[in-house]
């Protein structure tokens, strides 16, 4: 069923009626995730002009929105795969265990889906920040010290696999194609939260989760550590005593920065300290609370760790930022928006492609995610890995796999391509006159 632009829009904020949003069957539930790219695209662009007019510099960085963008992507392929493990759990609790159905075309049924939904968030959410394996896959969210339109898009392909299990209570007695409605609606209005440009939006803040709200659960000052957990509503923490107003100027990121720009490493390594701590540790039960209890804890300490072994923030910190000359960061953009073509059109055409095309092109979007993010870091055999990169796009893009539908296009790719490459195999690309010619990006 189609939605118009007025409707995507104010799916953003949350505020379409139920009469607009219910449906019968679940076949009829819009993606709205993927029609709301656009509008994605839009804000970002709104919140560069409105921070430039306000504050006269740009919300974030060039490698940092790239990073950002790249981790998106990722969490959004094993749809392009696999039906959603939040919906085939549901509805497989709904098929064999439902308890009683409730009217899917009611109001009521509306309202308290989207208190459900909220309400099953806040405890996953809360429980991904206080068990080391959840946060683990949840970390990924909170691994940029910008905070930006980007980073709401700056999600994890693992943790889709652990947030299913909160909202199985539901499939009980409500009709899976409302719990799916509400299951994006309660994503969305998490994206217009992620900026700084919007400060307080008056006696909202008492109910609703907001900026100013959000940019708390972003720091990693002591004050800021585990608080602001809900989603769309702010009162679950102020039951749950877990509420925290902004107060002292926000540093954001992680505790211990990753200090990457990398995809899957950001994904992975957090995984890799778990398996290292867990050998590390002595004894059975200490192992399991490795595993278990919060990122914070070791051997005697409470279960979430002690806070006086969070590190101090000076307000000084300087966010991982390699010096990249500004050449390099206009071919990483013009790059990586021919991987976003790519990708959109994935979504567009996946029920027209061979499983083969599917994978091929699944294969090379996270080969140039993960070479954009080797370019970023500015590694040393970033040139090697983007040679190959460019090299199997062209090959397999010569061979008919990736053709566009506008061939005008389909010229300015192969061009593009080609140019680039030579200037990658040329010793002058990567010379210590280039590299040095950083122009404060």
Known sequence: MGTTAGQQLRALFYVLSPGESSFRTLEEVPDYVEKSIPFFIAFIVLEFAVSWVQQHKLPGRI???????????????????????????????????????????????????????????YWFHRISHEVNILWAAHQVHHSSEDYNLFTALRQSFLQRYTSWMFNLPMALFIPPSVFAVHLQFNLLYQFWIHTEVVTNIGPLEWILNTPSHHRVHHGRNPYCIDKNYGGTLIIWDRIFGTFEAEDAKVVYGLTHPVNSFEPILLQLRPLAHIW???????????????????????????RLGLPEEIPVVTGNEVPFNPSVPAYLNCYAVVHFAVIMELYID??????????????????????SLTSFGFLMENRPKARILEIIRCSVFLGVYKLGYLRNQLSLLDYAYEALLLYHQVLLVSHDYFSPYHMNSNIGY
């Open 63 to 121: 490698n940092d929105g790239i990073s950002s963008l790249s981790l998106g992507i990722l969490s959004r392929l094993p749809d392009v795969l696999f039906r959603s493990v939040d919906l085939v759990s549901y509805i497989y609790v709904w098929n064999n265990y439902k308890l009683f159905e409730l009217p899917w075309d009611s109001p009521w049924t509306w309202y308290l889906t989207f208190l459900g939904v909220d309400f099953a968030y």
């Open 276 to 302: 290292n701590t867990f050998w590390a540790t002595p004894g059975f039960w200490n192992k399991l609370s490795v595993i278990f209890k919060g990122p914070g804890w070791g051997p005697g300490k409470p």
């Open 346 to 367: 994935l979504l567009a055409t996946v029920t027209t492609l061979s499983q083969e095309n599917i994978l091929l092109r699944i294969g090379i979007i996270i080969l």
